[in-house]
Protein backbone atom coordinates (compact mmCIF):
# COMPACT_ATOMS: atom_id res chain seq x y z
CA UNK A 1 0.00 0.00 0.00
CA UNK A 2 1.66 3.11 -0.81
CA UNK A 3 2.93 5.78 2.08
CA UNK A 4 0.68 8.98 2.13
CA UNK A 5 3.31 11.78 2.47
CA UNK A 6 3.65 15.60 1.58
CA UNK A 7 1.91 18.57 2.75
CA UNK A 8 -2.09 18.07 1.57
CA UNK A 9 -4.37 21.10 1.13
CA UNK A 10 -7.65 20.57 2.52
CA UNK A 11 -9.39 22.81 -0.10
CA UNK A 12 -11.14 26.02 0.69
CA UNK A 13 -14.16 26.00 -1.21
CA UNK A 14 -15.54 29.56 -2.65
CA UNK A 15 -18.86 30.41 -2.87
CA UNK A 16 -21.18 32.83 -4.85
CA UNK A 17 -25.15 33.17 -4.69
CA UNK A 18 -25.69 32.23 -1.29
CA UNK A 19 -24.79 28.62 -1.52
CA UNK A 20 -23.24 28.01 -4.87
CA UNK A 21 -20.21 26.69 -5.75
CA UNK A 22 -18.10 29.55 -7.55
CA UNK A 23 -16.70 26.58 -10.12
CA UNK A 24 -13.77 29.34 -12.08
CA UNK A 25 -12.76 30.51 -8.41
CA UNK A 26 -12.36 26.64 -7.70
CA UNK A 27 -10.43 25.62 -10.94
CA UNK A 28 -7.96 28.83 -10.23
CA UNK A 29 -7.24 27.64 -6.69
CA UNK A 30 -7.16 23.92 -7.88
CA UNK A 31 -4.20 25.07 -10.77
CA UNK A 32 -2.31 27.69 -8.42
CA UNK A 33 -1.93 24.41 -5.48
CA UNK A 34 -1.02 21.84 -8.60
CA UNK A 35 1.62 24.48 -10.00
CA UNK A 36 3.02 25.62 -6.24
CA UNK A 37 3.94 22.05 -6.08
CA UNK A 38 1.41 20.33 -3.81
CA UNK A 39 1.81 17.00 -2.83
CA UNK A 40 -1.64 16.55 -2.59
CA UNK A 41 -5.42 17.55 -1.52
CA UNK A 42 -7.44 16.91 0.88
CA UNK A 43 -11.05 17.06 0.14
CA UNK A 44 -14.23 16.99 1.94
CA UNK A 45 -12.98 17.99 5.18
CA UNK A 46 -13.31 20.82 7.66
CA UNK A 47 -11.74 23.52 5.66
CA UNK A 48 -13.89 22.97 2.66
CA UNK A 49 -17.13 23.63 5.11
CA UNK A 50 -18.35 20.47 3.68
CA UNK A 51 -19.76 19.71 7.61
CA UNK A 52 -22.72 22.06 6.92
CA UNK A 53 -23.75 20.66 3.21
CA UNK A 54 -26.37 17.92 2.40
CA UNK A 55 -25.24 14.89 0.93
CA UNK A 56 -26.23 16.35 -2.61
CA UNK A 57 -23.56 19.29 -2.21
CA UNK A 58 -21.40 17.11 -0.68
CA UNK A 59 -21.31 14.93 -4.04
CA UNK A 60 -21.50 17.76 -6.00
CA UNK A 61 -18.30 19.14 -4.76
CA UNK A 62 -16.49 15.61 -4.81
CA UNK A 63 -16.86 15.40 -8.32
CA UNK A 64 -15.94 19.22 -9.25
CA UNK A 65 -12.90 18.51 -7.51
CA UNK A 66 -11.80 15.43 -9.09
CA UNK A 67 -12.33 16.79 -12.12
CA UNK A 68 -9.97 19.40 -11.82
CA UNK A 69 -7.04 18.11 -9.72
CA UNK A 70 -4.77 16.36 -11.91
CA UNK A 71 -4.73 12.26 -11.70
CA UNK A 72 -0.90 12.71 -10.99
CA UNK A 73 -1.90 14.38 -7.60
CA UNK A 74 -3.19 12.20 -5.21
CA UNK A 75 -6.83 13.31 -3.73
CA UNK A 76 -7.84 11.76 -0.55
CA UNK A 77 -11.73 12.16 -0.13
CA UNK A 78 -13.24 12.88 3.38
CA UNK A 79 -16.12 11.13 3.18
CA UNK A 80 -17.10 10.51 7.07
CA UNK A 81 -20.70 11.73 7.90
CA UNK A 82 -22.83 11.51 11.23
CA UNK A 83 -24.90 9.22 9.65
CA UNK A 84 -23.01 5.82 8.59
CA UNK A 85 -25.74 5.44 6.14
CA UNK A 86 -24.81 8.77 4.63
CA UNK A 87 -20.89 7.58 5.31
CA UNK A 88 -21.60 4.79 3.40
CA UNK A 89 -23.17 6.26 0.18
CA UNK A 90 -20.94 9.18 0.07
CA UNK A 91 -17.90 6.66 0.09
CA UNK A 92 -19.02 4.71 -2.58
CA UNK A 93 -19.88 7.30 -4.77
CA UNK A 94 -16.48 8.89 -4.96
CA UNK A 95 -15.19 5.75 -5.38
CA UNK A 96 -17.71 5.54 -8.30
CA UNK A 97 -16.14 8.53 -9.42
CA UNK A 98 -12.26 7.15 -9.32
CA UNK A 99 -11.15 7.74 -5.98
CA UNK A 100 -8.18 5.88 -4.44
CA UNK A 101 -7.96 6.93 -0.82
CA UNK A 102 -10.88 7.54 1.87
CA UNK A 103 -10.97 9.80 4.74
CA UNK A 104 -13.62 9.18 7.58
CA UNK A 105 -14.03 11.18 10.11
CA UNK A 106 -15.34 10.01 13.70
CA UNK A 107 -18.83 10.36 14.36
CA UNK A 108 -19.71 13.10 16.53
CA UNK A 109 -21.60 14.30 19.22
CA UNK A 110 -22.69 10.85 21.51
CA UNK A 111 -19.41 9.90 23.28
CA UNK A 112 -18.59 6.44 21.68
CA UNK A 113 -16.52 4.18 23.53
CA UNK A 114 -13.21 2.16 22.27
CA UNK A 115 -15.69 -1.09 20.80
CA UNK A 116 -17.98 0.91 18.85
CA UNK A 117 -15.23 3.25 16.91
CA UNK A 118 -13.77 -0.09 16.53
CA UNK A 119 -16.96 -1.59 14.87
CA UNK A 120 -17.60 1.55 13.11
CA UNK A 121 -14.50 1.10 11.22
CA UNK A 122 -14.18 -1.96 10.78
CA UNK A 123 -18.04 -1.90 8.85
CA UNK A 124 -16.36 0.91 6.65
CA UNK A 125 -13.23 -1.31 5.65
CA UNK A 126 -15.53 -4.61 5.27
CA UNK A 127 -17.75 -2.72 2.85
CA UNK A 128 -14.75 -1.09 0.94
CA UNK A 129 -12.11 -3.42 1.07
CA UNK A 130 -8.80 -3.33 -0.87
CA UNK A 131 -9.84 0.95 -0.61
CA UNK A 132 -6.70 2.69 1.94
CA UNK A 133 -8.29 4.28 4.98
CA UNK A 134 -7.03 7.66 6.48
CA UNK A 135 -8.80 7.61 9.87
CA UNK A 136 -9.54 11.10 10.47
CA UNK A 137 -9.11 12.30 13.90
CA UNK A 138 -10.28 15.92 15.36
CA UNK A 139 -10.92 14.95 18.88
CA UNK A 140 -11.63 18.88 20.19
CA UNK A 141 -14.69 18.84 17.77
CA UNK A 142 -16.45 15.26 17.36
CA UNK A 143 -16.02 14.36 21.24
CA UNK A 144 -14.20 11.15 20.27
CA UNK A 145 -10.82 10.74 20.59
CA UNK A 146 -8.44 7.94 18.23
CA UNK A 147 -5.83 7.54 20.84
CA UNK A 148 -2.28 5.83 19.58
CA UNK A 149 -3.33 2.75 21.27
CA UNK A 150 -7.08 2.50 19.25
CA UNK A 151 -5.32 3.32 16.29
CA UNK A 152 -2.84 0.27 16.80
CA UNK A 153 -6.40 -1.69 17.33
CA UNK A 154 -8.11 -0.39 14.13
CA UNK A 155 -5.45 -1.41 11.83
CA UNK A 156 -5.02 -4.58 13.26
CA UNK A 157 -9.04 -5.51 13.02
CA UNK A 158 -8.93 -3.06 9.66
CA UNK A 159 -5.71 -3.78 7.40
CA UNK A 160 -6.94 -1.26 4.79
CA UNK A 161 -6.02 1.59 7.51
CA UNK A 162 -3.09 3.38 6.28
CA UNK A 163 -3.28 6.52 7.91
CA UNK A 164 -4.38 9.19 10.41
CA UNK A 165 -5.00 12.62 10.07
CA UNK A 166 -4.91 13.76 13.32
CA UNK A 167 -5.57 16.98 14.08
CA UNK A 168 -4.04 18.45 17.25
CA UNK A 169 -1.30 21.07 18.34
CA UNK A 170 0.55 18.43 20.93
CA UNK A 171 3.49 16.90 19.79
CA UNK A 172 3.77 14.56 22.26
CA UNK A 173 0.74 13.03 20.30
CA UNK A 174 1.56 12.93 16.93
CA UNK A 175 4.93 11.12 18.26
CA UNK A 176 3.03 8.21 20.36
CA UNK A 177 1.02 7.74 16.93
CA UNK A 178 4.77 7.64 15.66
CA UNK A 179 6.15 5.15 18.00
CA UNK A 180 3.15 2.90 18.05
CA UNK A 181 2.21 2.82 14.62
CA UNK A 182 5.04 2.54 12.56
CA UNK A 183 3.36 1.04 9.35
CA UNK A 184 0.80 3.49 8.78
CA UNK A 185 1.41 7.20 7.81
CA UNK A 186 0.83 9.72 10.47
CA UNK A 187 -0.27 13.33 8.91
CA UNK A 188 -0.09 15.99 11.61
CA UNK A 189 -3.35 18.19 11.22
CA UNK A 190 -1.63 21.41 11.88
CA UNK A 191 0.21 24.18 10.47
CA UNK A 192 1.96 25.31 13.71
CA UNK A 193 4.49 22.35 14.68
CA UNK A 194 4.91 20.78 11.01
CA UNK A 195 9.30 20.69 11.38
CA UNK A 196 8.82 19.59 14.61
CA UNK A 197 5.92 16.28 13.72
CA UNK A 198 8.11 15.65 10.08
CA UNK A 199 11.37 14.82 12.93
CA UNK A 200 9.13 12.76 14.97
CA UNK A 201 8.85 10.92 11.76
CA UNK A 202 5.05 12.14 10.69
CA UNK A 203 4.94 11.41 7.04
CA UNK A 204 3.70 14.60 5.96
CA UNK A 205 0.68 17.20 7.22
CA UNK A 206 -2.69 18.60 5.70
CA UNK A 207 -2.61 22.01 6.45
CA UNK A 208 -4.81 25.01 6.61
CA UNK A 209 -2.45 27.36 5.31
CA UNK A 210 -1.35 25.60 2.14
CA UNK A 211 -4.35 27.20 0.54
CA UNK A 212 -2.79 30.30 1.58
CA UNK A 213 0.79 29.95 0.88
CA UNK A 214 1.18 26.49 -0.66
CA UNK A 215 4.90 27.03 -2.05
CA UNK A 216 6.01 27.86 1.33
CA UNK A 217 4.41 24.35 2.72
CA UNK A 218 6.32 22.86 0.03
CA UNK A 219 9.33 24.05 0.82
CA UNK A 220 9.71 23.11 4.41
CA UNK A 221 8.33 19.76 3.71
CA UNK A 222 10.91 19.40 0.80
CA UNK A 223 13.57 20.78 2.90
CA UNK A 224 12.60 18.23 5.96
CA UNK A 225 12.75 15.66 3.49
CA UNK A 226 16.24 15.97 2.36
CA UNK A 227 17.48 16.56 6.00
CA UNK A 228 17.85 20.82 6.12
CA UNK A 229 16.27 21.64 8.92
CA UNK A 230 17.22 25.38 9.59
CA UNK A 231 15.98 25.83 6.22
CA UNK A 232 12.67 23.82 7.22
CA UNK A 233 12.80 25.58 10.43
CA UNK A 234 13.16 29.27 8.24
CA UNK A 235 9.87 28.27 6.73
CA UNK A 236 8.50 27.49 9.87
CA UNK A 237 9.16 30.75 11.25
CA UNK A 238 7.45 32.34 8.23
CA UNK A 239 4.71 29.97 8.47
CA UNK A 240 3.87 31.34 11.73
CA UNK A 241 4.10 34.64 10.95
CA UNK A 242 1.28 34.27 8.25
CA UNK A 243 -0.65 32.52 10.71
CA UNK A 244 -0.25 34.95 13.51
CA UNK A 245 -1.57 37.61 11.04
CA UNK A 246 -4.61 35.81 9.99
CA UNK A 247 -5.91 34.91 13.19
CA UNK A 248 -5.85 38.30 14.40
CA UNK A 249 -8.08 39.30 11.51
CA UNK A 250 -11.46 37.55 12.11
CA UNK A 251 -13.00 34.68 11.82
CA UNK A 252 -10.77 32.03 10.30
CA UNK A 253 -12.87 30.29 7.44
CA UNK A 254 -13.83 33.94 6.14
CA UNK A 255 -9.95 35.22 6.80
CA UNK A 256 -8.34 32.10 5.10
CA UNK A 257 -9.76 32.74 1.34
CA UNK A 258 -9.42 36.87 1.88
CA UNK A 259 -5.67 35.73 1.92
CA UNK A 260 -6.03 33.06 -0.56
CA UNK A 261 -7.30 36.03 -2.77
CA UNK A 262 -4.51 38.20 -2.07
CA UNK A 263 -1.67 35.64 -1.92
CA UNK A 264 -3.33 33.97 -5.47
CA UNK A 265 -4.01 36.80 -7.13
CA UNK A 266 -7.51 35.55 -8.25
CA UNK A 267 -11.14 36.09 -6.50
CA UNK A 268 -11.88 33.89 -4.19
CA UNK A 269 -14.80 34.36 -1.36
CA UNK A 270 -17.94 33.21 -0.21
CA UNK A 271 -19.10 31.09 2.56
CA UNK A 272 -21.75 28.67 2.81
CA UNK A 273 -24.10 29.16 5.47
CA UNK A 274 -24.62 29.88 8.58
CA UNK A 275 -21.08 30.87 8.00
CA UNK A 276 -21.99 34.49 7.88
CA UNK A 277 -20.09 36.53 4.73
CA UNK A 278 -17.75 39.50 5.69
CA UNK A 279 -19.44 42.97 5.48
CA UNK A 280 -17.50 45.32 2.98
CA UNK A 281 -15.89 47.57 5.46
CA UNK A 282 -14.30 43.45 6.72
CA UNK A 283 -13.28 42.66 3.38
CA UNK A 284 -11.83 46.34 3.22
CA UNK A 285 -9.51 46.31 6.32
CA UNK A 286 -8.80 42.91 6.01
CA UNK A 287 -7.28 42.51 2.88
CA UNK A 288 -5.50 46.27 3.47
CA UNK A 289 -3.71 44.40 6.38
CA UNK A 290 -3.18 40.86 4.11
CA UNK A 291 -1.43 43.55 1.36
CA UNK A 292 1.10 45.35 3.89
CA UNK A 293 1.70 42.78 5.46
CA UNK A 294 2.74 41.13 2.31
CA UNK A 295 4.77 43.76 0.95
CA UNK A 296 6.41 44.22 4.11
CA UNK A 297 7.27 41.03 5.35
CA UNK A 298 10.96 39.61 5.75
CA UNK A 299 10.08 36.73 3.50
CA UNK A 300 9.58 36.13 -0.17
CA UNK A 301 5.88 34.42 -0.01
CA UNK A 302 5.71 32.96 -3.59
Not at 89 to 102: F, I, N, R
Not at 154 to 174: G, H
Not at 286 to 299: C, G, H, P
Amino acid sequence: MKALKGIYAPILTPFQNHDQIHWSSLERHVRWLVDSGIHGIFALGSTSEAMFMPLTKKKQLAQGIHSLVPPEVPVIFQTGCNSLEETLVLSQYVLGLGAKTLSILTPSYYTLDDDSLATYYARISREFPKVPLCVYNFASRTNNDITPALLKRLASESPDIAAIKESTESVKRLQEHVEKNRDLSILAGTNSHIVTALRHGCSGAVATLSNVVPSLLVELYEAGVAGQWDKASECQSAIAEVRKLLKSLGPDLQVYKKATEVFGGFAFGGMYPPHRELTDDEHARIRELIQRFQENTVFAVK
